[in-house]
């Protein structure tokens, strides 16, 4: 997934390796990224991601910010006893990662993330420089180009 500007190579490649994971791994159409879906959103002072990671572990979750790259890895593993039979298996296991790729306009430095409730909330906050401002329109009585100050 990308918060940045879009790089075609990038897109048609991630578009490649969603179509083969999914036949790889017999995920439906809307599943490719089913073991952890995400919801961004753009606030006014940052973006705030949110991850669906039910019945995983906090201390298995690991956030990380290494070039650009947001990276989130989690697990979740069952055990069953000796004598438990499994007759189906839907819930995915193992470990998880998904990968964002930051804007410049995004603040690396200061990321944080909190779990609750089978959620995992990441907070990043907009860089100052990024940040909608408004423009003071100064009044005269002709305009001039020269006497606007940027």
């Not at 952890?36 to 940052?46: E, I, N, S």
Request: hydrophobic share 35%; no cysteine.
């Amino acid at each position: 997934m990308l918060l940045t500007s879009i790089d075609p190579f990038v897109q048609e490649f991630d578009r490649r390796f969603d179509r083969i994971a999914r036949q790889t791994l017999g995920w439906g159409e809307n599943a490719a990224r089913g073991a952890m879906p995400l919801d961004g959103v753009r606030r006014k002072d940052d973006v705030l991601l949110k991850f669906d990671l039910p019945g995983v572990d906090p201390d298995s979750i690991e956030v990380t910010v290494d070039r650009g790259v947001l990276t989130v890895s989690a697990g979740r593993e069952e055990e069953y006893g000796e004598e438990d039979r499994l007759f189906v298996r839907e819930r995915p296991m193992g470990t998880f990662t998904r990968r964002v790729y930051l804007s410049e306009h995004l603040d690396g430095e200061k990321v944080d993330a909190a779990y609750s409730n089978g959620v995992l909330a990441v907070r990043i906050p907009v860089l100052e420089k990024a940040r909608p401002r408004k423009v003071e329109i100064q009044k005269v009585d002709q305009v001039d180009q020269r006497s606007i100050k940027a």
